[in-house]
């Protein structure tokens, strides 16, 4: 009984030590992206607010299950600000995170745009003691000996480029320095295309890749195929290489996102390895402006382009009408609605990027050439 005790405990610390680092399980969720990656702090135009959390479907005790929580604005035209919660469970071990978050945008011209992160908290693994079978002694002091419970200041980075809205590319080593131990190379990649279709690009295509460089485990890739209607309503289908077949499904409410993920090992193992269920919910806040007072509101290059495509996509959709199918819509009206939208952008937001003040001056020109044809 003694040996017993004695190999139980010696486990407990050694498993302890790869533990304090190895947080793999929830960073390789496919869903909170930020929870690993600090360069996207800020990379939404508002404040958002994500609840995330996976687990084995059946809720066994002691199996992995992991909590996180993560929130971040941008602050500036080039900086943003975040702060993440994790809570990960593995058998009697649990750990938890606190970590805030910074990054910087770095504009390398009109179409790419890199963001750099930099996260630093603190990490606390301890051991839930109800889960320890009877032939542990509990009042034993090794139990809650600063090899099995401690505190530490772990820091990581992260990259993130972005190529307009064609494609786009990450880079992260989320628990690069964790107490006084040696560098942790523990590293997530993915990149990810965009390819647009329908009349109005209301259609989007996005086939994705993930690659894991993980501690305790093999390294693991993704591949997957995304189809998004207007940015609303979202399924996902794809492969992991540990043998797990993922399918994925989303509805945006504008300030309400709900994501869910579900992973089946397909591989033979589903009876060591069963389904897995992901679920996010985030919620979207305006920022608070500085001034109310501030005719112009100060936003990203990337914001207000967008802004300008939409419009100049609806332009040329009616040119098209106009060539084709005369008299299918009210242009009259159309135009007019086109030519305030334009305005309230004008007035929202301060455009100083060259490139897009001769866009908004071939707008203007384009729609003043159709008001001049359907007001006579």
Known sequence: MKNTYKIAMLLLMVTAKLNAQERSNVY?????????????AGSNENIQATFNTRGIAGGIEGSPRNYNFGVHSPISTNMGLGAKFISTSVGVFQTINAEGAYSKVIKLNDNHTLRLGLSMGFTQTN???????????????????????????????????????????????????????????????????????????????????????LNTSPNMGDGLLQLTWKDVISVAGGYRSNGSAIAMAGINFKSVMVNYAYYNQISGM??????????????????IQASSHNKNEVVSDEVIQDEIDKLTERLNGLVNIDKTNPGLVNMKKEVSKL?????????????????????????QGNLETLITKYND
């Open 28 to 40: 390789t969720n496919l869903l909170h992206p930020f929870a690993y990656n600090p360069s996207l």
């Open 127 to 213: 051991i839930k003691t109800e889960l320890l079978n009877r032939q542990v002694d509990l009042s034993d002091p090794a139990l809650s000996s600063n090899e099995i419970n401690h505190t530490l200041f772990t820091s990581g980075i992260g990259f993130h480029y972005k190529f307009g809205k064609k494609a786009e590319a990450g880079l992260s080593l989320p628990a690069l320095i964790t107490g006084d131990r040696p560098l942790n190379n523990m590293m997530i990649a993915n990149a990810a295309w965009n390819l647009f279709c329908g009349t109005d690009k209301q259609w989007r295509v996005k086939p994705m890749v993930n690659f894991y460089k």
């Open 270 to 287: 589903n009876a060591l390895a069963p389904v897995q269920n992901e679920i996010a919910v985030s919620f979207g806040f305006n920022k």
């Open 339 to 363: 030519n305030k939208d334009l305005g309230k952008v004008l007035s929202r937001y301060k455009i100083t990027n060259s490139v897009q003040i001769q866009k908004v001056k071939n707008l």
